[in-house]
């Protein structure tokens, strides 16, 4: 039962710190691997569930109004504009890297906010995800 139920709080885990919540799905990806749950399906659910957080971030931007984005993400908003021409010439990277503390989220932000390509924000952002997840699934088998 406890491995039924950990799946689901992994999903939720991974996709709520990959919004502006202040979470670190990876430290819950490293107890799944150290209490050998399938390092695949934690790379899937882990994945799945960041990539899919990320893209909630980028339809938010993407498909909301001036005032809102102003009223919430006065700070960032700023800055987007002034890179909003670079978000759609440098999108794949932002995608990419959308994996990154903090930044990432701006990341997402400034794409959708830029109406960047959602097929190539999705590729992207799943590929920077998946990669980390990678990298810290293979340290932590390491020790």
Known sequence: ???TLSYPMLFLASFLSSTLLPLASEAFVLAFIKFNFNPYLVLFIATLGNTLGSLS???LAFLGKQ???EKYFSNSLKKLEK???NFNRFGAIFSFLSFLPIVGDIFVLGLGFAKYSL????IFITLG???RYIFII???NSF
Not at 119 to 122: E, F, N, V
């Open 1 to 3: 039962m406890f491995e």
């Open 57 to 59: 971030t980028y339809t």
């Open 67 to 69: 005032k809102i984005l």
């Open 83 to 85: 890179l909003s021409i």
């Open 119 to 122: 097929i190539r924000a999705i």
């Open 129 to 131: 995800k998946l990669s």
């Open 138 to 140: 293979f340290i932590a």
